[in-house]
């Protein structure tokens, strides 16, 4: 929920946009469900969540069996349940969306997920001993799903976090609007209640290296810290203010809506005429935030719309929230001399080839905010701090196939954007279960070396 004190200040609401099922409309949706033989929704799902099982126990009413099927693949269900890109991947593949009746998979795990946790359906007493320990560096969706698996095998995990709280991306780079920050502080209860520790507002590096961490007795250490630095739009005026990055403005309203900083560090203002230059779904995100903080946004992209990232369901709600589209402008140059006043670009036109080309022609934009949303890249204070591991030339962390995720250091492991390009919440998750597969091996491995005194 948009806290009261400012909601009536901006023009639309920081509320979840898409709204939750009804006890009701779940068991009935989920009776829509064909059962089918070989199911194109579960293959469709990165983390082949055993979707005709959780929905035939919803359909017959038994969500505490439906929450525990799901916690079987996921410890993330409220969050996959909102963010998960379902259009493209489970949704998509349900036999019925060819006939635009598919069903709602996301809406179905999202209901089970919050009933689950209103009624406190689901429990779990951690183990008395452990077989391992595990320190995990980060605390977003690569982290959380490390620690949660490794939990449930019996593992005393450890999360290392350098926010004040918990949860990353989900927390502070994701809007309100998409992921209630409730939920998240709720899915993160969830994996406590599984045993996992956290120590916020500790630097793995700067505070406590890799080193200290295997001195402290820990068995092995996983690095999800994803991607902390954004790319740099290499073109004159990129010092300018008012260029701003995606991910710090972001984070500001994350932070400013959570109290712990003051609403007049949120760096676009009322009124200000803000461009956002790429058209992903963290372009989206920054252009939707923009039009809730009272400001007309526009996007600017160097190709169409038949080439965006983001999905097509956030870029329909971005336009009907009144966000502008400026299609085949490549930015050449920001505006301005102490400050930001605008931005020049050049008119791109598609060849026969769909080769993009420029035109020569150049057009001029006026701004008093422009927010970069073109990636990001992993930091290296934690490689840095420490010795043995191995990044490729684009500063990701390189890992191998087995153990599977290790980094060339043994017993470190590594997953998520911090080693692939940026991607969806779910993709990290499926690579963080793999990795956890791989630690619990490599854990087995050591204790049973020791064990014969090796």
Known sequence: M????????????????????????????????LNCKNPLCRTGCPIENEIPLFIAALAKGNVG???????????????????????????????????GKGIQIGK??????????????????????????????GSGPAGLTVAGDLAKLGYQVTIFEGQTEPGGVLMYGIPDFRLNKDVV???????????????????VGPDITIDELFIDGYDAIFIGTGTALPRILEVPGNTLSGVLQASYFLQMVALARAGKVDHKEIPVKLGDKVVVIGAGNVGMDAARTAIRLGARASVVYHRTVKEITALPSEYQQACEEGVEFIWLASTKKFLGEDKLTGLEYEVMEIESDKHIHGTGRIETLSAD????????RPAARIVSTTTGIEVNEQGYVKTKDRPYGMTTRRGVFAGGD????????????????????GIAMYIEAKKLLEECGV
């Open 2 to 33: 948009a806290d009261e004190t400012t909601r009536d200040n901006y023009p639309l609401s920081f509320d979840e946009t898409e709204g939750a099922l009804s006890p009701r409309e779940a068991i009935a949706e989920a009776k829509r469900c």
């Open 65 to 99: 069996e439906a929450s525990q099927i799901i916690a079987r693949r996921s410890n993330l269900p409220a969050v996959c349940g909102r963010v998960c890109p379902h259009e493209k991947q489970c949704e998509g593949a349900c036999v019925l969306s060819k006939k």
């Open 108 to 137: 179905l795990e999202q209901f089970i997920a919050d009933f689950d946790a209103e009624m406190e359906l689901t429990t779990h007493t951690p183990p008395a001993s452990y077989i391992g320990k595990v320190a995990v560096i």
């Open 185 to 203: 502080r709720r899915e993160i209860k969830r994996i406590e209640r599984l045993g996992v520790k956290f120590n916020t507002e500790v630097l």
């Open 369 to 376: 905010k422009v927010i970069l949303a073109i990636g990001q």
């Open 418 to 437: 911090v080693v692939h390009e940026p991607a969806t919440v779910v993709l990290a998750m499926k690579e963080a279960k793999r990795v956890a597969q």
